[in-house]
């Protein structure tokens, strides 16, 4: 099975910062890459696929990049809707395979 | 408007079995990929299985043997069935709209609780 880390776990940051998440994969993947967004006790949301698309309806300020192990999600202002802990997941081979998750927080 | 709506989560004891529901409107459920994701109390997403439009479906190992994926297009509904359960299916479980690379689509989860 692919692995997939994320870091950090989690993060402190105030509204307006520059927010970045890495995504590691244990083996190449290509582009095969997805961003998610959580909120407390609600459904996972697409943000961004195939690694840089970003989904109909996604704020601007969501960007990603890369390709074959090492990925980037940016977030280049952070407003108050986007507390949460966003997930990466790999779509190259089954099974799909989730990071653990990056919880970012108010400073 | 696309919606899913997942039902028949339930407290089981372990070893017992359980049939969850996905209620689709706004397309054919057997139009696309479909997906099963579950989250443990408190941790990140798991994948659980997928069926394709053509029917052939795909587990985690953790859930092999054990769950099985399917779907009704007279109801329009995807179904997971989960038999000899245990205290580690304890989660949230979601069905998703499933485009082959992503889920664009979630339900809003259904709880499972497998305790004595």
């Known amino acids: 099975d692919i692995q997939m880390t994320q870091s950090p776990s989690s993060v402190s940051a105030s509204v307006g910062d520059r927010v970045t998440i890495t995504c590691r994969a244990s083996?190449?993947?290509?582009?095969?890459l997805v961003w998610y967004q959580q909120k407390p006790g609600k459904a996972p949301e697409l943000l961004i696929y195939a690694a840089s698309s970003l989904q109909s309806g996604v704020p601007s300020r969501f960007s990603g990049s890369g390709s074959g192990t090492d990925f980037t999600l940016t977030i280049s202002s952070l407003q108050p809707e986007d507390f949460a802990t966003y997930y990466c997941?790999?779509?190259?081979?089954?099974?799909?395979?989730f990071g653990q998750g990056t919880k970012v927080e108010i400073k | 408007e696309v919606q899913l709506v997942e039902s028949g989560g339930a407290l089981i004891q372990p070893g017992g079995s359980l049939r969850l529901s996905c209620a689709v409107s706004g397309f054919t459920v057997s139009d696309y990929y479909m997906s099963w994701v579950r989250q443990a109390p408190g941790k990140g997403l798991e994948w659980v299985s997928v069926?394709?439009?053509?029917?052939?479906?795909y587990y985690a190992d953790s859930v092999k043997g054990r769950f099985t994926i399917s779907r009704d297009i007279s109801k329009n509904t995807l179904y997971l069935q989960m038999n000899s359960l245990r205290a580690e299916d304890t989660a949230v479980y979601y069905c998703?709209?499933?485009?082959?690379?992503?889920?664009?689509?979630w339900g809003q989860g259904t709880m499972v609780t497998v305790s004595s």
């Open positions: 997941q790999q779509a190259n081979s089954f099974p799909r395979t």
């Open positions: 083996q190449g993947i290509s582009s095969w």
């Open positions: 069926i394709y439009a053509g029917g052939a479906a």
């Open positions: 998703a709209i499933d485009r082959r690379d992503d889920l664009v689509i």
